[in-house]
């Protein structure tokens, strides 16, 4: 296993449009996280999933986004009518759910909304 | 609510030498963990180190070691030796163990960058 695995890599979309990313986690973690990173700030929590279940969410996490984890294994983060203030890091990670062996990010999907 | 604060928006080491990269935090909650993330350029959050509230001793790992001042409400990472690859972003962050709490809350950052 080499670890999260996100895509795309970049993604450049008009104002407007809707937008999916995808995160496989690492297969034995059971737990999986969304947030999202602008210039020069630090990642902010969107969303978190223990197996298939969403069980938190952000305020950050208008109507317009929406996330899934069917099955309890790769997770997707869909953005609809994308605005401008979307462009950011979108950045997914897992866990086995013991914080001293941390959670494991992806490399992130970079969205620019033009 | 939960608060993370790095004061220190860039600093510069030479390498072989010691740093130490500041983080308070700032909970009523008396259950927490607190994390170390280094950001590469290439973006991806690398797990460092953690320091559980009720730990007894400094959390150490390699050449990072945290120090841990709970009555400061401090968290201090110690990076010894510094090298060239330890330049990038980093992130201070903490996570309450109360309830169903889950989440992340990070800092803005340290630019952290190693010189010849």
């Known amino acids: 296993d080499t670890g999260v695995s996100q895509n795309p890599r970049h993604k450049i979309t008009k104002r407007g449009q809707n937008v999916t990313f995808r995160c496989d986690p690492i297969s034995e973690h059971n737990r999986l996280y969304w947030y999202r990173q602008t210039l020069g700030q630090g990642p902010e929590f969107l969303t978190y999933?223990?197996?298939?279940?969403?069980?938190?969410k952000s305020r950050l996490l208008s109507d317009r986004f929406s996330a899934e984890r069917p099955k309890g294994s790769f997770s997707t983060l869909e953005i609809q009518r994308t605005e401008q203030g979307d462009s950011a890091m979108y950045l997914c990670?897992?866990?086995?759910?013991?914080?001293?062996?941390?959670?494991?990010f992806g490399s992130g999907t970079r969205l620019t909304v033009v | 609510a939960q608060k993370i604060t790095q004061t220190q928006p860039g600093m510069f080491v030479q390498e072989k030498e010691a740093v130490t990269l500041d983080c308070t935090y700032d909970?009523?909650?008396?259950?927490?963990?607190l994390f170390w993330y280094k950001q590469p350029s290439s973006g991806e959050m690398i797990f460092l180190i953690y320091?559980?509230?009720?730990?007894?001793q400094n959390a150490t790992e390699g050449r990072y070691s945290l120090n841990f001042q709970k009555a400061r409400k401090s968290a201090n990472l110690v990076i010894s030796a510094s090298q060239l690859g330890d330049s990038a972003m980093y992130f201070c962050?903490?996570?309450?163990?109360?309830?169903?709490?889950?989440?992340?809350?990070f800092g803005t950052g340290t630019r952290l960058q190693v010189t010849l």
């Open positions: 990670a897992s866990s086995l759910g013991g914080d001293v062996y941390g959670y494991t």
């Open positions: 962050a903490m996570r309450l163990h109360t309830g169903t709490a889950s989440k992340l809350t």
């Open positions: 999933f223990q197996n298939e279940a969403q069980l938190e």
């Open positions: 909970t009523s909650d008396p259950s927490y963990g």
């Open positions: 320091q559980g509230s009720y730990d007894q």
